[in-house]
T-cell receptor, first 114, second 113 residues
């Protein structure tokens, strides 16, 4: 089954404790991206990757890191989480960056930072 | 002011009703318009995609774009309880790239029996 898989789905952590949210897709997509979704603000892009070893900042990159060492994986790293990073996070992929907008989303990772 | 405005709802309608969901936008460079549907505790999924102005129909769903008014709509005919979800509009400029989508905040729809 074609899918984007995120882990963990739910996480509660404390300020400053480094964490990684993994994302993997099995569709051989070149393009991958991370979004956060907050009430009243909608989906905002954090980082995206056009292909392996190519990443770029989205609209809200502060406090986050990413890497794209393999085509299928695109982990999101919070080096020192803060409460304002409490949010619902989505990983998404697309066949290529020029695709006509069809993003395939994971099921989301709900993060709470205390 | 946000680039894309969308009424958050919730919008509650009885089963069988015609539903109209709307977004307005300010960026005249937007050329590609999409509607995503997001069920509770799930990721968004693409529902409809249109390019430039006009209508597009897919079963019970019709997407409409009026670029002169910077206004897009999604109509759902014969609404069903399974249509209960949050509907997100999304749009992008000339390149239509997945990397440059701007999303609305979503409208929550509840279809009641």
């Amino acid at each position: 089954e074609a899918q984007v898989t995120q882990n963990p789905r739910y996480l509660i952590t404390v300020t400053g404790k480094k964490l990684t949210v993994t994302c993997s897709q099995n569709m051989n997509h070149e393009y991958m991206s991370w979004y956060r979704q907050d009430p009243g603000l909608g989906l905002r892009q954090i980082y995206y990757s056009m292909n392996v070893e190519v990443t770029d900042k989205g609209d809200v990159p502060e406090g986050y890191k990413v890497s794209r060492k393999e085509k299928r994986n695109f982990p999101l790293i919070l080096e020192s989480p803060s409460p304002n990073q409490t949010s619902l996070y989505f990983c998404a992929s697309s066949l290529y960056s020029g695709a006509t907008g069809e993003l395939f989303f994971g099921e989301g990772s709900r993060l709470t930072v205390l | 002011q946000k680039e894309v405005e969308q009424d958050p709802g919730p919008l509650s309608v009885p089963e069988g009703a015609i539903v109209s969901l709307n977004c307005t936008y300010s960026n005249s460079a937007f050329q590609y318009f999409m509607w995503y549907r997001q069920y509770s505790r799930k990721g968004p999924e693409l529902l409809m995609y249109t390019y430039s102005s006009g209508n597009k129909e897919d079963g019970r769903f019709t997407a409409q774009v009026d670029k002169s008014s910077k206004y897009i709509s999604l109509f759902i005919r014969d609404s069903q309880p399974s249509d209960s979800a949050t509907y997100l509009c999304a749009m992008s400029g000339n390149t239509g790239t997945a990397s440059k989508l701007t999303f609305g905040t979503g409208t929550r729809l509840q279809v009641t029996l």
